[in-house]
T-cell receptor, first 113, second 110 residues
Framework: EAQVTQNPRYLITVTGKKLTVTCSQN?????MSWYRQDPGLGLRQIYY???????DKGDVPEGYKVSRKEKRNFPLILESPSPNQTSLYFC????????????FGSGTRLTVV | KNQVEQSPQSLIILEGKNCTLQ??????????LRWYKQDTGRGPVSLTI?????NTKSNGRYTATLDADTKQSSLHITASQLSDSASYIC?????????FGPGTRLSVLP
């Protein structure tokens, strides 16, 4: 089944403790992206990647890192999480940037205390 | 600035009734427009995609319309069901980037 898999689904952590949210897609998509969703603000793009080793900042990149060493994986890294990063995170992939629709993962609900 | 606006912000209807959600955009150039359905806490799922030349696209009880001249789209839901309760997000592409609307929260009551 074609899908985007995120892990974990739920995560509670403490301020400053590094964490990684994994994202993997099995559709051979070139374009991958991370979004965060907060009440009343809709989906905001954090980082995106057009292909292996090609990443760029989205609208809200502060406090996040990403890497794209393989085409299928696009992990989101929070080096020093803070409470304002408490949010619902979605990974998404697309055949290419802009022209095709996204397939979204099921989401990761992160709470930083 | 490329923007997508949606109205209403939220909507409550009774089961079996029809409803229409609106999407206005200023994205240019225009490549395509998609409507997504997002259940609470889940990832959005694509309902329809429309390109410049398409005026109407249906997916079961969901019918999307597009007026590229006025830069408006609507999503009509017929004979609503409890499972239609979700957020509906309009996303417009300029061929390079996706611009997301804030979504309309629909609640269908029995």
């Amino acid at each position: 089944e074609a899908q985007v898999t995120q892990n974990p689904r739920y995560l509670i952590t403490v301020t400053g403790k590094k964490l990684t949210v994994t994202c993997s897609q099995n559709m051979n998509h070139e374009y991958m992206s991370w979004y965060r969703q907060d009440p009343g603000l809709g989906l905001r793009q954090i980082y995106y990647s057009m292909n292996v080793e090609v990443t760029d900042k989205g609208d809200v990149p502060e406090g996040y890192k990403v890497s794209r060493k393989e085409k299928r994986n696009f992990p989101l890294i929070l080096e020093s999480p803070s409470p304002n990063q408490t949010s619902l995170y979605f990974c998404a992939s697309s055949l290419s940037q802009g022209d095709y629709g996204y397939t979204f993962g099921s989401g990761t609900r992160l709470t930083v205390v | 600035k490329n923007q997508v606006e949606q109205s209403p912000q939220s909507l409550i209807i009774l089961e079996g009734k029809n409803c229409t959600l609106q999407c206005n955009y200023t994205v240019s150039p225009f490549s395509n427009l998609r409507w997504y359905k997002q259940d609470t806490g889940r990832g959005p799922v694509s309902l329809t995609i429309m390109t410049f030349s398409e005026n109407t696209k249906s997916n079961g009880r969901y019918t999307a319309t597009l007026d590229a001249d006025t830069k408006q789209s609507s999503l009509h839901i017929t004979a609503s069901q409890l499972s239609d309760s979700a957020s509906y997000i309009c996303v417009v592409s300029d061929g390079q980037n996706f611009v997301f609307g804030p979504g309309t929260r629909l609640s269908v009551l029995p």
